[in-house]
Nanobody, 127 residues
Framework: QVPLVESGGGSVQAGGSLRLSCAASGYTYSRECMGWFRQAPGKEREGVAAIYTRRGSVYYADSVKGRFTISQDKAKDTVYLQMNSLIPEDTAMYYC????????????????????WGQGTQVTVSS
């Protein structure tokens, strides 16, 4: 088990900002990649942003580029998702996940690549 605990969700108006946090603890596996995903009611889970923890490479879905920023604090074993200029379409349950497999040449925005998931935090954006 790799406990992942998300926090920071909430309700905001369009144009507002939120910062999500994902804290990992009690793990024995190397977290090669950390990702943020979201799932709206009736829709499939989709990748939002990801970061390879060793080299710091970051990836974003086209829908959030320029608005969201993923970052990490290795000392705190925490990954963040800063979300700015939020729009109602960003409304979803947001999950963080970790991939313990070392990969290369892979865009890490596919849920199937990840083995451990948090419980999620709700983000609601009103117009």
């Amino acid at each position: 088990q790799v406990p992942l605990v998300e926090s920071g969700g909430g309700s905001v108006q369009a144009g507002g900002s939120l910062r999500l946090s994902c804290a990992a603890s009690g793990y024995t596996y190397s977290r090669e990649c950390m990702g943020w995903f979201r799932q709206a009611p009736g829709k499939e889970r989709e990748g939002v942003a990801a970061i390879y923890t060793r080299r710091g490479s970051v990836y974003y879905a086209d829908s959030v580029k320029g608005r969201f920023t993923i970052s990490q604090d290795k000392a705190k074993d925490t990954v963040y998702l800063q979300m700015n200029s939020l729009i109602p379409e960003d409304t979803a349950m947001y999950y963080c996940a970790t991939d313990v497999v070392a990969r290369s040449g892979v865009v890490p925005l596919y849920p199937r690549l990840y083995q451990y998931w948090g419980q999620g935090t709700q983000v609601t954006v009103s117009s």
